[in-house]
């Protein structure tokens, strides 16, 4: 027997998700970012993750601040074993500065973090880093998660974990690319998902996908740095320069506001939930507002489907994103909308994508960006799906239970 409880946190204007796996044998403690602009909800919120005790996992969908600034608070307060992010090149990161000197949000710590992610980590205690190499808009589709051939329910053992996909390397001697058993750092392609055994295969996995837009639209980013800064943005120190002189950051500011105005770059998805889903029940329950008390029961499809801030109104993108998932979207129940319910990021075409999906929740706080925006309410209503916003108020919480 499996028992699975997973929580959209009421963070406010950010994302924290947890999930807490139990078998006769052991558990699995996983969460799906750390960050709001309401730091009090947020700090909350962190409070009662740690209070489950350390995490195997930590999934980061992309570095906006609003999505990443409770870390450091999670990783004082519990031991984080390993953590999982999108690969980000060069010029990711310089976006990812770029995007918080647009929005006010820049910080020193944030750039200390962004020259070496990995040492940052460390110093905290984090014991491996697992990146995902994320597909652009030029790529062609890939075959999806690597998927495991699993049996009924769980198992007596201790849970066990490992990443089924392939690596990315520099090529060795023999023109392949070789990782050790239980590398510190590893960077597998996009398709690789975390299987798990308790003395046989369960039925419950973790599967990412992340994404970039084209190769041209990082070329056009680049071109507008090599005309401002006469290619000085590819020196070991720009980041720290920029973060030194507020006319340069002004620069890289507009830079960003002529290519990608309010666009995220790199965000990453996770699916959590079953292979199978016929021998699945859930349930939640929801306090509203004057007391009112709802129950609500679901059989089959219990999986959640988490998007980040991704731009699921590009054509491209979101053909990619439901080819990707296409073998898993029918056991999907709780689908995370992306970028707090913004429109930008929506479109009426994901709901045949998803059609056991009861659940569309959008995590959003006070913000000056519409966020939830009215259409997508009235969108996912007339479906006659439910719309949960999962605010900075502790009640808001949306909360599943899973057991076979």
């Known amino acids: 027997m499996m028992n699975v409880t997973m929580i959209q946190h ?6 924290l ?24 909800a947020r700090d909350r919120e ?6 489950q005790g350390d995490l195997q996992l930590l999934f ?13 608070s999670l990783l004082a307060k519990a031991r984080v074993e390993e953590v999982v992010l999108p690969y980000l090149r060069d010029i990711d990161r310089i976006v990812a500065v770029a995007h918080d000197a647009a929005m006010g949000a820049l910080t020193g710590g944030f750039l200390t973090f962004l020259d070496d992610i990995e040492g940052w980590f460390r110093e905290r205690g984090v014991e491996r880093i697992t990146f995902i190499e994320p597909r652009d808009d030029d790529d062609e589709g890939g075959d999806g998660p690597f998927i495991p051939e699993v049996g009924d329910g769980g198992g007596d053992g201790p849970i066990k974990s490992k990443w089924v996909g392939k690596p990315v390397a520099p090529p060795d001697g023999d023109g392949t690319a070789h990782y050790p058993e239980n590398p510190t750092v590893q960077r597998l392609e996009d398709g690789a998902t975390l299987h798990l055994w308790a003395g046989q295969p369960l039925d419950w996995i973790l599967s990412p996908h992340a994404h970039r ?24 120190d720009f980041l720290q320069v920029i973060l030194a002189d507020q006319r340069l950051r002004t620069e890289l500011k507009e830079c960003y506001d002529v290519i990608w105005k ?13 292979v199978k889903s016929g021998a699945w029940f859930s349930w939640t329950d929801r306090h509203y507002r004057f007391s009112r008390f709802s129950r609500q029961r679901h059989r089959g499809a219990v999986g959640w489907l988490c998007t980040g801030d991704m731009h699921l ?20 129940n709780v ?4 970028h707090h319910g913004s429109r930008a990021n929506f479109s009426l075409t994901l709901f045949s994508a998803l059609p056991n999906a009861s659940q569309f929740a959008a995590a959003a706080g006070p913000n000056s960006y519409d966020h939830p925006s009215e259409y997508v309410i009235r969108a996912v209503q007339a479906e006659g799906r439910t719309f949960v916003h999962v605010s900075e108020h502790s009640h808001t919480a949306l909360e599943w239970r899973q057991h076979t």
């Open 46 to 51: 962190i409070a009662i993750v740690a209070a």
């Open 262 to 274: 309010d666009h995220n770059l790199v965000s990453m998805a996770l699916y959590a939930g079953p």
């Open 313 to 332: 109104d590009v054509f491209r993108r979101r053909d990619a994103f439901i080819q990707h998932y296409r073998r898993l979207l029918d056991k999907v």
């Open 60 to 72: 980061l969908s992309h570095l906006d601040s609003d999505h990443v600034n409770g870390i450091d």
């Open 213 to 236: 837009p084209s190769k041209s639209a990082l070329a056009a980013f680049e071109a507008e740095l090599i005309k401002r800064f006469r290619g000085k943005h590819s020196d070991a």
């Open 17 to 40: 998700m947890s999930g807490l796996l139990e078998t006769q044998g052991g558990s699995l403690h996983w969460a799906y970012d750390c960050g709001s602009n309401q730091t009090h």
């Open 335 to 338: 689908f995370a909308l992306p």
């Open 10 to 15: 009421p963070v406010g204007q950010g994302g």
